[in-house]
């Protein structure tokens, strides 16, 4: 390669040159050795790299762990002590900034742009800023917020306790306000949810007044207020009592407090400005206490009055505006001396500084994203996908520029990427394209695996097969029925975009059916739209096909010794799966632009998964020693290199026969251990990715009465398995009495008893393995913390647990009502047995009576909406029952149990094995 490199020619002739004189090894030279060109400077050789190669050299010198994502000096020492080229320094140091990583946890933050001064506001009430402080301790009278109003003029705060943030109370609030100053011209909030709600927009309307919204996450659009919200939080700290409670009584003195003093910006008391002269404060009464007589001013005529004071208003005014001007040039002139003028122009990338979905006061850089638009000095409209909002307007201080990384283009393989998934998969192909990633392999294996991969068979869209076709049998005496859902009327142009799509992609066909299946718009996270069909009453009328699907503890167990391993993904499985032409006409859907029919299998038929894996098993036939297929997830496994080579090239043949297309991006090639169906196989061991016994052998001892009765009425429900369970539980019984203390005292008895009791509900007899010949039933629940879900097999009045799994809420959750809550739990502990319950029949059990109507219910909320149209595939039937029989999920939604290494008490985490 150092021969063939033109980079390296200047110096190839330089070390041929120096081969008949004798070296001085003190010198920077270059040499030749064995045919190999090295670089020496003093008693450092180096081996001289050729252009194809650089980019290796600098990924393991800064990317990989055991470099360290170091910065551009301590890089480029540690390659120069192997390693030299013309122009290694700069490359580093090129290399360094365009890291990915490095760009988006740099602890260095950008210049920030210079002040743009706001407008100097001349009379008083003309423009108010307004927020929120809270939530803080309870009051007595039930408070636990603040909604802080200060005036841009006189810099007059008022404030208002409330006990809620609701848009309501924050427009009562404001009436009070207005019915003592007027009516203001503007008003400037952040972009919270209560200032943004339809009521307040009406009474601005009503009222005449503009509403002025800061840019997100940059408070010092509106930092009068944001100031003062300190200053009120300082002075409330030095007077309230120990619990808080009697915040809200100290407010109307310490906001005299602030009214009486003179302002920095505008030299007098926001009093002053406003009533035209000094309020009687303690300090006046002191004085006037002391003068006696002397103090008082001698009385004039009313209309003198008015004249004096008008005419001290209009100079106090003007004198308050230049003291204003003053004080933000002098704040401009400090503040702009580290500041610098940034600007971006529309289409180029941005990293956007966002709080994380975890907490808002957590912040990190994250993209790249595109910008759109310009719209101020300093504020800029940034395309968002994949975030809540599909498009931000940002300021310029919580932008990046974002530095590209060229790509190697004479290596790798040009494929598609799929964005982070949701909670149900996206049903149109993507058309972004990433590199396939052979890293871990050696160049020669990379050369081997390489012509193995193909356009026809790795690409962007889905393929067609035409080993087999769905179809749908209806049940005897099946009615015809025609439903069919508005549409609103924002979202007809995303929605005749992905017809559109899908006609040219040959996905649908415009039909003549008697047959109407109603369309449902699930919204996604960004805000757009996701196009779904509910095919819930045709599933209901359809037979279902009880193909057998595999048994994973079979399919686990033939991994367990394989060297090389990889898993094929293929690219949106069900739409390469034709119907059967009389089928077509069952799954059509209406459209403002006519009526529609899928060509191929959609997504949410409850027999798809026994046709897919029909078809695979088809496909795949003959080489089950070294192959298998749980749907579309295919694995190929081999003992030695030159083995899993012609295995790979036979299942790619296999499937490219079948006219079946793959989803490299969701592909492990040749790996030595990979994640299948929940397991981490490979390296001659098999192990869950997670525990089943998890959420039960983990749980913590209760702390109070109600928790240890929550545990024990789990543990009775089970108590059948469990010998003389009434005795080894007696320890744990006698602290539920109602004579006991509510915060339980353990003993060194106690706790040996709930350590027994807890490891016999983690085996045998009460714990079994899954019985795949046997039905299964779900338990599910939620709670104000958690979830829980339990996985049954038995008859009725003698199921065995085969696995617990619960999770804590996400904070954005917990705020879920509580018909959401419970359908989240269905969800997620369908997705986490996915591969013990997709295909088969089984039962599923909520304590939740709104629930029970789940596969009949029309629910116009957007969550359970896009939650009900993920469970279409599984086949179940639900049924209601009292809490009391629900003990094990309840108990598994509530319980706590501590990470050892958060040092918290969290709740166990989620299990999808077996």
């Not at 309870?138 to 409330?162: C, H, Q, W």
């Not at 579309?632 to 043949?653: A, C, I, K, M, Y």
Request: with cysteine; aromatic share 10%; hydrophobic share 35%.
């Amino acid at each position: 390669m150092q021969q063939a490199d033109p980079t390296l020619s200047a110096m190839l002739l330089r070390a041929k040159e120096k081969d008949s004189v004798e070296s001085d090894t003190n010198k920077e030279q270059f040499i030749l050795q064995d045919g190999i060109l090295y670089h020496q400077h003093g008693q450092v050789k180096q081996l001289v790299v050729p252009k194809v190669a650089r980019e290796t050299v600098l990924t393991l010198g800064h990317s990989i762990p055991w470099a360290g994502h170091l910065g551009k000096h301590k890089t480029t020492a540690r390659i120069k002590r192997y390693f030299f080229w013309p122009g290694l320094c700069s490359d580093v140091a090129m290399f360094c900034r365009s890291c990915p990583q490095c760009q988006k946890t740099s602890i260095r933050v950008p210049t920030k742009a210079p002040l743009q001064p706001l407008p100097i506001i001349g009379i008083p009430f003309q423009r108010l800023g307004m927020d929120v402080v809270g939530p803080v301790e309870k009051s007595k009278a039930g408070n636990r917020f603040m909604l802080v109003i200060t005036d841009y003029a006189t810099r007059y705060p008022e404030v208002f306790p409330l006990k809620t943030v609701k848009a309501k109370a924050v427009a009562s609030s404001l009436i009070q306000l207005f019915s003592r100053v007027g009516f203001p011209q503007e008003i400037l909030t952040d972009q919270g949810t209560n200032f943004m709600s339809t009521l307040l927009k009406q009474v601005y309307k009503l009222l005449g007044i503009r509403s002025v919204r800061a840019t997100p996450y940059h408070p010092q659009t509106d930092g009068l207020t944001e100031r003062f919200n300190q200053t009120l939080k300082q002075m409330l700290r030095k007077f309230v009592n120990d619990t808080g409670s009697d915040w809200d009584q100290w407010l109307p003195y310490l906001l005299f407090a602030y009214r009486e003093v003179p302002q920095a910006s505008t030299g007098f008391s926001p009093f002053e400005l406003l009533y035209g002269h000094e309020v009687r404060g303690p300090l006046t009464l002191l004085k006037d206490s002391w003068e006696g007589e002397q103090g008082k001013e001698e009385s004039v005529s009313v209309i003198s009055y008015v004249i004096h004071m008008r005419e001290k208003l209009q100079q106090m005014s003007e004198l308050a505006q230049s003291h204003m001007a003053a004080a933000q040039k002098q704040q401009k002139t400090l503040f702009d001396r580290k500041a610098r003028h940034r600007s971006f122009v529309p289409g180029q990338k941005v990293l956007v500084m966002l709080p994380t979905s975890d907490s808002k006061l957590l912040a990190k850089w994250q993209g790249p994203f595109e910008v759109q638009k310009k719209l101020g000095p300093t504020t800029y409209k940034v395309s968002t996908p994949g975030l809540q909002r599909g498009s931000r307007v940002l300021h310029v201080n919580l932008l990046k520029e974002w530095i590209p990384r060229t790509e190697n283009k004479t290596e790798g393989l040009l494929i598609h990427s799929v964005d982070e998934e949701e909670e149900v998969n996206d049903y149109l192909p993507s058309v972004t394209a990433s590199v396939l990633d052979l890293n871990h392999l050696t160049s020669e294996q990379q050369s081997q695996v390489t012509p193995l991969i193909n356009s026809d068979t790795f690409q962007k869209y889905p393929g067609r097969t035409s080993l087999v076709e769905h179809d749908i049998v209806l049940k005897p005496d099946a009615a015809v029925k025609r439903m069919s859902y508005r549409i609103p009327e924002r979202f007809l142009v995303e929605l005749k975009e992905e017809v559109d799509l899908m006609l040219s992609l040959g996905i649908i066909q415009p039909s003549a059916s008697e047959w109407c299946n109603p369309v449902v718009l699930a919204p996604k996270k960004d805000s757009t739209i996701r196009f779904c069909i509910d095919f819930r009453y045709l599933n209901s009328i359809s037979k279902f096909d009880s193909y057998p699907m595999p048994r994973i503890d079979d399919l686990i167990e033939r991994l367990g010794k394989a060297k090389y391993l990889t898993t094929i993904d293929l690219s949106k499985g069900y739409w390469q799966v034709p119907l059967t032409k009389q089928s077509q006409e069952l799954t059509a859907f209406r459209t403002p632009w006519g009526l529609f029919e899928f060509t191929v299998l959609p997504f949410g038929l409850h027999g798809a998964p026994a046709t897919f894996q029909r078809l695979m098993d088809k496909v795949l036939c003959g080489l089950s020693a070294f192959t298998c297929a749980y749907l579309d997830d295919v694995v190929v496994f081999s003992g030695t290199w030159e083995e899993h080579v012609d295995h790979l090239r036979v299942v790619l043949d296999r499937l490219r026969s079948a006219g079946l297309t793959i989803n490299p991006a969701k592909c492990a090639l040749a790996r030595t251990e990979v994640q299948y169906l929940g397991f981490t196989v490979g390296g001659g061991t098999i192990k869950p990715q997670v525990d089943k016994i998890n959420a039960i052998a983990s749980c913590p001892l209760p702390q109070t009465r109600k928790q240890l009765r929550s545990f024990l009425g789990m543990a009775a429900f089970y108590n059948r398995f469990i010998p003389n369970f009434s005795a080894r539980a007696a320890p744990l019984t006698d602290s539920t009495g109602s004579r006991c203390p509510n915060k339980i005292r353990w003993t060194a008895e106690a706790i040996a008893a709930f350590k027994d009791i807890r490891q016999s509900l983690s085996k045998d007899p009460v714990l079994h393995s899954p019985d795949f010949t046997k039905d299964f039933t779900l338990q599910t629940d939620a709670s104000e913390r958690g979830l829980g879900a339990v996985l049954l097999q038995g008859p009725p009045g003698d199921r065995h647990p085969v696995a617990y799994i619960s999770r804590k809420l996400l904070p954005r959750e917990s705020r879920y009502a509580t018909v959401e809550k419970e359908a989240l739990a269905i969800k997620w502990a369908l997705d986490s047995f996915k591969y013990y319950l997709l295909g088969r029949e089984f039962i599923l059990h909520t304590d939740h009576k709104a629930l029970q109507w789940l596969e009949r219910m029309k629910d116009t909320n957007g969550r359970i909406t896009r939650w009900y149209l993920a469970m279409q595939p599984y086949r179940f039937k639900v049924h209601y029952i009292p809490g009391k029989d629900n003990t094990t999920a309840d108990y598994l939604s509530r319980c706590l149990m501590e990470d050892p290494e958060v040092g918290g008490c969290v709740m166990a985490k989620p299990v999808a094995t077996l």
